[in-house]
């Protein structure tokens, strides 16, 4: 299939007051030491709101190359992904996978956050690590992680010693062990928290990787398959094992979250300007438009049609 062009990478996230990149690996940006107007520090001290502002420079929906840490230590931000909606509100940790489709994101004046996106390919958090493998199970779908004020503020003192350090010009040779050694201390607090909240210390077994192989293979194939059997035999089970583990380790049905998916991409296709109704509908492997037309309607409340003319 042609790319879609509503893709963001990392080299499109979004540069706040700091930002410290590492290749194409791993982008880490804050603006923790922004000053805040009277005004606005005053509501939001309050709790009462302040205006909405939303990233300069993107037109949603996208889908998300990277994964995603967002730490939030004040104020709140809103997200939509997958159609669902998120608010994240200080003090609070948000896990989001690469694949998502994130379809807005807003926030309010005088929100402090900071956000790490990260490659796979990068090894900034290899797949070997005993944390990165928690994290992994545990982000099969957007996470979000209340955390104490103190906790939060040990996570966010440790970054400023980074970036301190790593500030020692684009050619400082031990940038990338820094940045590196940073990201495993912080998997490694954030993976201490799934577990504090998780009924099981510590993910065993093959249920949980084939949790993760599933929603993989859901990404890759949603274009083209939307029935159960075709992925339980792509993972050698049978469909009925398959569905079990899925809602014992999500608590979800299959069927519903391959649905998720294949509407996200048939989103991004109709929301790309590039095709219309019938095109997606073909590209997407339904037998016809009006097939395609009532899948959509029933998994989003609005059709096809409807959606490009609207969004």
């Known amino acids: ?28 940006s804050d603006n923790l030491d922004s000053k805040i107007p009277p005004g606005i520090a005053s509501r939001l001290a309050r709790r009462l709101p302040t205006r909405t502002l939303t990233p300069e420079g993107m037109s949603f929906p996208y889908r998300v190359a990277f994964n995603t840490i967002l730490f939030v230590e004040s104020g709140r931000v809103d997200i ?13 940790i948000f896990l989001a996978a690469k694949g998502i489709v994130l379809d807005s ?13 990260y490659s ?10 005993r944390s990165s493998r928690i994290i992994r199970a545990a982000t099969y779908a957007p996470l979000l ?18 970036q ?16 590196e050694g940073f990201a495993k201390v912080i998997a490694g ?3 201490r928290i799934i577990l504090e909240r998780s009924d099981s210390r510590r993910p065993s077994g093959r249920r949980p990787t084939l949790l993760r192989q599933f929603i993989s293979s859901v990404q ?5 398959h939307r029935d159960l059997e075709f992925y339980a035999k792509e993972l050698c089970v049978t469909p009925k094992y398959l569905s079990r583990v899925i809602s014992e380790q999500s608590g979800r049905v299959a069927t519903e979250i391959i649905r998720e998916y294949v509407i996200a991409q048939a989103r991004l296709l109709l929301s790309s300007g590039e095709y219309n109704v019938q095109q997606v509908a073909n590209m997407m492997n339904f037998p016809n438009a009006s097939y395609f037309g009532r899948y959509f309607l029933k998994a989003s409340g609005t059709t096809p049609k409807q959606f490009q003319l609207f969004m």
Do not use: W
């Open 120 to 129: 796979d390919a990068g090894g900034i958090l290899p797949a070997t690590s």
């Open 189 to 191: 607090g954030i993976a």
């Open 145 to 162: 992680l209340p955390v104490d004020p103190g906790r939060m503020d040990r996570h966010l003192q440790l970054l400023r010693v980074v």
């Open 164 to 179: 301190h350090v790593a500030e020692g010009g684009p050619d400082y040779s031990f940038k990338e062990d820094i940045v």
């Open 220 to 224: 890759k194939n949603c274009d083209r």
């Open 80 to 92: 939509k992904i997958n159609l669902k909606d998120y608010r994240i509100e200080g003090c609070a």
């Open 1 to 28: 299939m042609k790319e879609v062009v509503s893709t963001l990478r990392l080299d499109m996230v979004p540069p706040m007051a700091r930002t410290l990149s590492l290749k194409d690996e791993v982008v880490i």
């Open 105 to 117: 994101l807003s926030y309010q004046a005088g929100t402090r956050f900071l956000i790490i996106a």
